[in-house]
């Protein structure tokens, strides 16, 4: 670690690396990334890894598509020697009311604008897809072949060595404290291991994003929110698609190795940091995706763990340079769909910080949408 | 092969049994665990590895590790090391990973 850098990227998930990456790859090597603890220790390493394109709003299936492009050949653009498991067995989005089987239609539209190959099937097509699925109370279900899953490590690390290969620095077992700020601009980042100087900051901190903007002045509407996961015994292959449902808050998928991975939103969890497990989670997790998947009711659970979502007002990413310590820019809030549009959104940074043009407009990320009412709003987050 | 005499234990193994190992009839006592019985029996590779399919025997005996999996009443991943032995189940040897029923 030197003592000076061009850019401080803080936070070492997906979004801290592959924007380390895009920097590098587009000219900016003098980078350091400060993490925590180890890379992808906080929520990417947690996360579900689902990779979606069938979103409602055109900037957010914009950015899915462009990103899904990324990860289907993210081990050649990185230059990573591994697999970055990524498995496309497509994502089945399963409609239980009127009003999300209404929404789905007007969704598939905006996903046949941005070229996104979804369709819908009738309960039928539901049982081609999954065979042992319990279809009672559907209506039917959009599905997208090209949707799937990767693996959340190796595509941090896919990032991470290639950025290193171009010169970044990554310093792990950092702590930030607080930053230096001079006539009304970022000039320092103070650490456990000593003060860095810098020229731009980067907050990448995922639901601890606005408390690290708070120590430059800097007011972030983001929030930390537990969501748990757990993941069965592997059992021989039985789904290809991740199966998910907005109205009952819940996502199932088969890994490659055979292991069923599963998750629940609890709309009723407070706002905090606590990212312990609940046995209540486990109670309700089981009954709930045993009902529409009773096939899974032998399964044995070996894991099940919590990691934090940084939530938004609307649910998507804010990406916001302060007021008041201009250099110091903030990507977080993703809402629990930032590992899956990472590779599109840190071009749009890159883009943003080397003076390129970019077809998305970083602008309409900024926090201003809240007092405007621009809000990007998205109708289909779990 | 069963242990007869025990300076602690003393063993009130009951009448014999029978159940079914791979559809041949087994004789067991209805006090032993399968695997146990079964290693009377002279069985010792219970099932296979799941990706390189190699033979696997009885490791812990305390239902943790994953090598006894074996297929009872068409059950698959039953740890057969801590599940009891009853009168006429079929116990099958799995071969890789469980085929869970639909």
Request: net charge negative; glycine share 10%; with cysteine.
């Amino acid at each position: 670690m030197k003592n000076f850098y061009d850019v401080v990227i803080v936070g070492g998930g997906i979004i801290g690396c592959s924007v380390a990456f895009e920097l590098a790859k587009r000219g900016r090597k003098d980078v350091l990334v400060i993490e925590r603890e180890y890379l992808t220790s906080g929520a990417t390493g947690r996360c579900g890894a689902g990779i979606r394109q069938q979103w409602g709003s055109v900037l957010n299936a914009t950015l899915a598509v462009e990103s899904t492009h990324i990860f289907e050949n993210l081990e050649e653009y990185t230059g990573y020697d591994r697999s970055c498991g990524l498995n496309q067995g497509g994502y089945l989005l399963v409609a239980y009311t009127e009003k999300e089987w209404a929404q789905f239609q007007k969704n598939l539209q905006v996903q046949h604008s941005v070229g996104v190959d979804s369709y819908a099937v009738d309960l039928d097509g539901i049982k081609e897809i999954v065979p042992h699925i319990n279809t009672e109370g559907m209506l039917g279900a959009c599905f997208c072949a090209k949707d799937g899953h990767a693996d959340p490590f190796h595509c941090t690390y896919a990032y991470a060595r290639g950025a290193q290969r171009m010169g970044v620095d990554i310093e792990t077992y950092t702590t930030v404290t607080g930053f230096g700020v001079e006539n009304g601009r970022i000039s320092a980042v103070e650490t456990s291991k000593g003060t860095v100087k810098a020229n731009v900051v980067i907050n990448c901190t995922g639901g601890y994003a606005a408390q690290m903007a708070a120590l430059v002045g800097d007011e972030l509407p983001i929030t930390p929110e537990r969501h748990q996961i757990l993941i069965t015994e592997p059992v021989a292959h039985i789904m290809n698609p991740m199966v998910m449902s907005l109205h009952r808050h819940f996502y199932v998928q088969q890994t490659p190795h055979g292991s069923v991975i599963m998750g629940i939103g609890d709309p009723t969890e407070p706002v905090s940091h606590n990212i312990r497990s609940s046995w209540q989670y486990l109670e309700h997790n089981a009954w709930l995706v045993t009902q529409t998947l009773p096939a899974f009711r032998s399964l044995r659970v070996v894991r099940q763990w919590g990691g934090s979502y940084d939530m938004s007002p609307d649910r998507n990413p804010i990406i916001n340079e302060a007021a008041d310590a201009r250099g110091f820019i903030s990507v977080a809030g993703f809402s629990g769909h930032g590992f899956m549009v990472a590779p599109r959104t840190a071009i749009l940074l890159a883009n943003h910080l080397t003076g390129q043009e970019d077809s998305l407009d970083i602008q309409r990320f900024s926090v201003e949408r809240y007092e405007t009412g621009a809000l990007l709003l998205e109708p289909s987050v779990v | 092969m069963r242990i007869e005499a025990h300076p602690v234990l003393n063993f009130e193994r009951g009448e014999k049994i029978t159940f079914f190992y791979n559809d041949k009839e087994v004789e067991a006592y209805p006090t032993e665990t399968i695997a146990a019985a079964l290693h009377a029996a002279g069985v010792r590779k219970l099932g296979e590895s799941p990706e390189l399919h190699r033979p696997r025997g009885l490791f812990c005996a305390i239902g943790n590790c994953s090598s006894c999996f074996m297929i009872v009443d068409g059950e698959p991943n039953m740890r057969v090391c801590v599940m009891k032995v009853r009168p006429g189940i079929r116990v099958e040897e799995q071969k890789g990973k469980g085929v869970i029923r639909t």
